[in-house]
């Protein structure tokens, strides 16, 4: 008598994922990309703003926003350019890249 267990019927690569269809998993993606992208970068955007403050503007606030706007708009601009390129129209199955 041997102790081995049957083996299992194999799973396909796709089904260890959600039930999502793949579009809606892309957006989810591309909105969390870019959400951690304007947290990243606007906390750059206003430490870099602080540390002008303190060292060449007398300790002003205008310097961190500045610096928070500078870093958020940024990150914008990369994830509007994101969407952007989703949408570019294709031509026999293959991306068309604009200049």
């Known amino acids: 008598m041997s102790d081995s267990v049957a083996p299992s019927s194999p799973q396909a690569p796709g089904s260890l994922r959600s039930n999502r269809p793949m579009s809606e998993a892309l957006l989810n993606e591309k909105w969390d990309h870019c959400l951690s992208t304007m947290l990243i970068r606007s906390t750059l955007g206003a430490s870099f703003g602080v540390i002008f403050s303190v ?13 928070f706007g500078f870093g958020a708009g940024r990150a914008w601009e990369e994830c509007d350019n994101s969407f952007k390129r989703a949408a570019a129209p294709t031509r026999d199955g293959l991306r068309t890249m604009r200049q």
């Open 55 to 67: 060292l060449l503007f007398k300790r002003r606030a205008w310097p961190a926003f500045v610096g």
